[in-house]
Structure formats: structure tokens, C-alpha cells
Nanobody, 126 residues
């Protein structure tokens, strides 16, 4: 079993920055070293892929809407994945979710992931 807990959300002005963290806890050793990703759900919209990382952070993927502004990284020694968000825009307002895949595939669909956190709210004021 894998448990994911997000933190770091909050209220920020447009143009500002936030860093989200996702802490992973697993009953089986090594289970946190999977492909992991960040998704977000804006009010009234579907949950969308934001960024993903392979098991060691050597390969990262981004949605076009955040490319160049957001950076996903991970520290496997701490079982933590981060999402650094810079130059935030009003349209980045959403609940952000951390997801883990019980494998090595970094997908862009929600169905690719087996474990989910509860989400953290990010609100960008214009």
C-alpha cells in the first residue's frame, strides 16, 4: 500500500511562486520509487496532467500549459516529489494532486496511476 500526502498549496498573486511537496509512505520498501506525476482539477473541469517524472527524475514530462514555468523533481532518499511553480497565472488555480504508478510508465492519463493523494488547493489571484 502506498500513501501520498501533498502540501504547500495556498493563495498567491499572479506572477508569484509556490512549491508543492508530495510525501510518499509505503508498506513495501522501494514502492515509493515509482513513476510519479502531478495532476490538477480546476473548478468545473476534468483532472488534467501537469507534470510527470520517471523513477529517478532523469526523465520529466510537462503539459504544454506549464512548460517553462513548472518543474517537477524528486528526492527518493526522502520519498518526496516536488512541483516548483513559477510565474503563476490565474488559470493555474486548481486542486493539485500527486499520483504514483506501481511501475515505471509515466502516463498523461489519470488511469495510468494507481495511488493518489487527497490534493492541495492552489489559488492564484489576478
Amino acid at each position: 500500500q502506498v500513501q501520498l500526502v501533498e502540501s504547500g498549496g495556498g493563495l498567491v498573486q499572479a506572477g508569484g511562486s509556490l512549491r508543492l511537496s508530495c510525501s510518499c509512505a509505503a508498506s513495501r520498501r522501494g514502492s515509493c520509487s515509482y513513476a510519479m506525476a502531478w495532476f490538477r482539477r480546476a473548478p468545473g473541469k476534468e483532472r488534467d496532467f501537469v507534470a510527470g517524472s520517471n523513477w529517478d527524475g532523469g526523465q520529466t514530462y510537462y503539459a504544454d500549459s506549464v512548460k517553462g514555468r513548472f518543474t517537477i523533481s524528486r528526492d527518493n532518499a526522502k520519498n518526496t516529489v516536488y512541483l516548483q511553480m513559477n510565474s503563476l497565472k490565474f488559470e493555474d488555480t486548481a486542486v493539485y494532486y500527486c499520483a504514483a504508478n506501481a511501475g515505471y510508465y509515466v502516463g498523461r492519463l489519470s488511469s495510468s496511476y494507481d495511488y493518489w493523494g487527497q490534493g492541495t488547493q492552489v489559488t492564484v489571484s489576478s
